[in-house]
């Protein structure tokens, strides 16, 4: 079975820009959820969706958004980009029962110049 | 004060050690516990998932939780170079999917 997948790998984009990330889930999967690793904060949460519709969502301004597809997978946007944007974006997928295991992807690098 | 303590190290140990990984926490909603780890540039990899206090063992590796005390361990014995990672808690709650990290342990198992 496929792992996680996600597009692209490593991005560079400028203060102002926007960014979309995509991730595609293990086959049969239907939660996304959406996770920000960096040196300072470590890993946290974004939002989760299931069934195209948002679940949870964390403390993270509105400027970041998601959505889900009738396939599962799913998309992030990060609108108007700052420097502390920068860190590695986490996807991770699961069955959808709740306290069911996430498996995560390898993520996408962003880096914000 | 996060919600979830974690030592960052970098933890060195000799190839063989048995290594010690610890986590604290504070919110006692928290009911389920799950060990991940991380290799550099690399996605986090789970390794164990337990529900509640007590023990699990899984080959070389046994996780602890101690509810009473807001504790939770990882031991893995035998330890290969193979492990040098960095080694992640995570827990929920009971209201969905969302997890809460700690900030990770850097283990170097030296040959």
């Known amino acids: 079975k496929a792992g996680v997948t996600q597009t692209p790998r490593y991005l560079i984009k400028t203060r102002g820009q926007q960014v979309t990330l995509s991730c595609s889930p293990i086959?049969?999967?239907?939660?996304v959820s959406w996770y920000q690793q960096t040196p300072g904060q470590g890993l946290q949460f974004l939002f989760e969706?299931?069934?195209?519709?948002?679940?949870n969502k964390g403390n993270f301004p509105g400027r970041f958004s998601g959505r889900q597809f009738s396939n599962s997978r799913s998309e992030m946007n990060v609108s108007t980009l700052e420097l502390g944007d920068s860190a590695l974006y986490l996807c991770?997928?699961?069955?959808?029962?709740?306290?069911?295991?996430?498996?995560f992807g390898p993520g996408t690098r962003l880096l914000v110049l | 004060q996060k919600e979830v303590e974690q030592d960052p190290g970098p933890l060195s140990v000799p190839e063989g050690a048995i290594v010690s990984l610890n986590c604290t926490y504070s919110?006692?909603?928290?009911?389920?516990f799950m060990w991940y780890r991380q290799y550099s540039r690399k996605g986090p990899e789970l390794l164990m998932y337990?529900?509640?206090?007590g023990n699990k063992e899984d080959g070389r590796f046994t996780a602890q939780v101690d509810k009473s005390s807001k504790y939770i361990s990882l031991f893995i014995r035998d330890s290969q170079p193979s492990d040098s990672a960095t080694y992640l808690c995570?827990?929920?709650?009971?209201?969905?999917?969302?997890?809460?990290f700690g900030g990770g342990t850097r283990l170097m198992v030296k040959p």
């Open positions: 337990t529900y509640s206090s």
């Open positions: 991770a997928s699961s069955s959808g029962r709740i306290q069911e295991t996430q498996y």
């Open positions: 969706y299931f069934s195209e519709t948002q679940r």
């Open positions: 086959s049969g999967h239907r939660s």
């Open positions: 919110n006692s909603a928290f009911q389920y």
């Open positions: 995570a827990m929920n709650n009971n209201a969905g999917n969302m997890l809460t």
